[in-house]
Structures are given as C-alpha cells and as structure tokens.
C-alpha cells in the first residue's frame, strides 16, 4: 500500500473529510485531494503532522512495504478492525476508479489527436463513369490520402470537373492556387483564369497575363486593359502597344466599344462588353 492509499485509509478511519484533515493541516482540500491521487506528495512536515494524527508511526507513512501490522508508534498498539479493511478495500476502489478516469481522458485526447491529423474524408457512394460524384479530403497530413478525387473534389488537395482547395486541378476550379479552364484563385491559371495573379486565354485580376486580359496590371497579346496596360491593343492609364487608348479623366463606354471595333471587329460581344466594363472603371 503506498503513501496515498494510506493517507486516505487513515484519514476515512477517524471519519474525516478531505477539507477537514485540510483544515487540520492549514493547507487546501485540494493538496489532501492530491496527495491522495499520488499526483503529489507532502512536505515532511505534513507527513509527521498526519503520523501524529492517525497515530501511526512515519516509517509506516513513507515505506510502503510496511501493512497493517507495522501501523503501531511508539509501542501504542491497535488492533486491525474489519471497519479498518473496509475502509482500506474502499481507497483502492476509489483509486481504481481516478486511475480508470484518467485512463479514459487519455484515451480521449489521442482519439481527438488522430481525428485532428487524419482530418474529414467522404466519398459519397453513386459513382459517374467509376468516378465518385462528389469526394471530400481534409487532412494535416499531406499525403496521397489527403487528395480529393470525384467529379466533385473538395479538399487540400482537390482534382476533379469541379473543384474546390488550396491546390485544385478541374475544369472548374477554385482555390488558393487553380489550374483549369475556368479557374478562379489568388493564383489562377486556365483558359479563362481571375485572381490577385492570373495567366489564361482570357485573365482578369490584379496582375493578370493572357491574349486577353483586364486588371491593375495587364498584359494581353492581343488586348490588355488595366492602370498599366501592355499588348498590341492597350487600354489604361498608362498604355503600351501598337494601338493605345489612354485613360485620363475617365473614358466613355461607347469611345472604348468604338475603339475596340476598330481594331477587332470580330471580338466576341461577351468578352468585349467584359472589356468595356474593366476599361470605364479604371483608377
């Protein structure tokens, strides 16, 4: 038996309370709760205090090979009684049960840690062409298991028709980096690619790349509209190409839709009314 089964054994004998073998100490219920855990251990002081309490000798107290018939001090002798091993039978019960209590509580936390690194995965069960229709991977761990698969992909990493995550490959995509031929991220490339930096056929943002391109920074082979403009037809506040149309206290719809028919007669109404949009509100 050790020192904290002890402590409790002789303190339930004399019919104390935790808080009043406290009060007798001059500590705080909850140093008498932790000595009796065994997740702390008294100061000497305490120990010879408590041996004069219990009446037990401090030897007893501190080794803990020493039972029942060791418990006497100083040649006072007493008898162990069956209310003494009910007692002793209860204080292990009792500590069974806290060490059962935090068994559980760790076995919570490593259950919560492996939830936390493992992440949230689904993969939902109708399947298109053997593909699943919709997959969801969200993980720490960024291994092959981390990536979303289906003709709907969420995830870290996400491939599929649609797709949502930070890195994500579809046809549609969206993420912090997308690649795909509508792809919408802070770094997007595709056919038709916006975001802070994008590259694509047609590209919009705030520094964008493209044959067709509008944002603060433009570059488009064929036309680029922004604050700085460059390509062979250029629209913007500062423009640079072979055909240029400088903005400087605002420009008309109809001289930027003129301006652009000029020089591109057949350019898709769609595309050039997106032009003609990111051209008006410039600055």
């Not at 808080?19 to 000497?44: F, N």
């Not at 490339?189 to 994008?198: C, F, S």
Request: net charge neutral; aromatic share 8%; proline share 1%.
């Amino acid at each position: 038996m050790n020192l904290s089964e002890k402590i409790t054994r002789e303190r339930r004998r004399l019919g104390m309370s935790q808080e009043q073998l406290a009060d007798r100490l001059g500590i705080t219920r909850q140093s008498v709760s932790k000595w009796e855990a065994g997740t702390s251990t008294p100061e000497i002081s305490k120990l010879v205090a408590m041996s004069e309490l219990f009446q037990v000798s401090l030897d007893y107290m501190l080794k803990d090979y020493l039972e029942e018939e060791d418990r006497l001090e100083s040649g006072l002798g007493r008898k162990v009684s069956g209310e003494d091993r009910q007692w002793e039978q209860e204080s292990r019960r009792e500590q069974e049960r806290y060490h059962e209590e935090e068994n559980r509580r760790i076995e919570e936390k490593v259950d919560a840690l492996a939830r936390y690194i493992k992440g949230y995965q689904y993969t939902s069960k109708t399947k298109i062409a053997g593909i699943p229709l919709v997959s969801v991977r969200f993980s720490r761990n960024l291994g092959k298991d981390s990536v979303a698969k289906g003709i709907i992909a969420i995830g870290n990493i996400a491939i599929g028709v649609i797709s949502f995550g930070a890195l994500s490959v579809g046809v549609i995509s969206l993420g912090a980096v997308a690649l795909g031929i509508l792809a919408i991220a802070a770094l997007a490339v595709g056919l038709l690619a916006w975001g802070a930096v994008a590259i694509g056929v047609v590209a919009f943002g705030s520094a964008v790349v493209g044959i067709y391109s509008a944002g603060v920074a433009a570059y488009g082979r064929e036309i680029a509209v922004g604050v700085s403009a460059f390509g062979r037809t250029a629209i913007g506040e500062t423009a640079r190409g072979e055909n240029c149309l400088v903005w400087y206290e605002g420009i008309q719809a109809v001289e930027i839709e003129k301006f652009l028919d000029g020089y591109h007669p057949g350019l898709w109404k769609p595309l050039k009314d997106v032009l003609v949009m990111f051209g008006t509100h410039i600055g």
